[in-house]
T-cell receptor, first 111, second 114 residues
Framework: DQQVKQNSPSLSVQEGRISILNCDYTNSMFDYFLWYKKYPAEGPTFLIS?????DKNEDGRFTVFLNKSAKHLSLHIVPSQPGDSAVYFCAASSNDYKLSFGAGTTVTVRA | EAGVTQFPSHSVIEKGQTVTLRCDPISGHDNLYWYRRVMGKEIKFLLH????????ESGMPNNRFLAERTGGTYSTLKVQPAELEDSGVYFC????????????FGPGTRLTVL
């Protein structure tokens, strides 16, 4: 039973524009949410996180929004750069430490 | 500071053989995790060590998988005997103490069972 879902397997965006990645979850016990970025042949790299007590967290070009009532979070990348082309994973956890991941969204930034 | 390292990077074995994957976490990290990604799907949790103790092994597929963490340092994941469905990329991650501490991932071991 997949508790974290990323319904868009791919996203293509022009350089300089905004990338918006979406993620939905079903487990109401999740209280910590993360985005990881993955390049081919590498492990996932932590990007940004948000606690359930917040609805927004910003770090440079990356902003994560959390809507607890809708069990939905999104990642905004502004402006998108060619180096942002990668697979992005949404993940969630509760205080049991283990991360539940979505299937990933492949982002391609076009020059 | 060295990151999480995994060995080997690739392994190709035949069904029925045994394979042992190794993970060296970031020095000082109490928590060590194993995850697996099969055929481009989601990354799935396998198990969690706190120091040398298994804290949660709810994600282990079956008793063909055995994980150990010697002295609370490096960890091994043994698959014996390997089956075709065990193919995938096995990731190790480590973190400090709290569940909100970032989990740092290794590059993964790509296992192919023929």
């Amino acid at each position: 039973d997949q508790q974290v879902k990323q319904n868009s397997p791919s996203l293509s965006v022009q350089e300089g524009r905004i990338s918006i990645l979406n993620c939905d979850y079903t487990n109401s016990m999740f209280d910590y949410f993360l985005w990881y970025k993955k390049y081919p042949a590498e492990g996932p790299t932590f990007l940004i996180s948000i606690s359930s007590i917040k609805d927004k967290n910003e770090d440079g070009r990356f902003t994560v929004f959390l809507n607890k009532s809708a069990k939905h979070l999104s990642l905004h990348i502004v402006p998108s750069q060619p180096g942002d082309s990668a697979v992005y994973f949404c993940a969630a956890s509760s205080n049991d430490y283990k991360l539940s991941f979505g299937a990933g969204t492949t982002v391609t930034v076009r020059a | 500071e060295a990151g999480v390292t995994q060995f080997p990077s690739h392994s190709v074995i035949e069904k029925g053989q045994t394979v042992t994957l190794r993970c060296d976490p970031i020095s000082g990290h109490d928590n060590l995790y194993w995850y697996r990604r099969v055929m481009g799907k989601e990354i799935k949790f396998l198990l969690h060590f706190v120091k040398e103790s298994k804290q949660d092994e709810s994600g282990m597929p079956n008793n063909r998988f055995l994980a150990e963490r010697t002295g609370g340092t490096y960890s091994t994941l043994k698959v014996q005997p390997a089956e075709l469905e065990d193919s995938g990329v096995y990731f190790c991650a480590s973190s400090q103490k709290r569940f909100t501490d970032t989990q740092y991932f290794g590059p993964g071991t790509r296992l192919t069972v023929l």
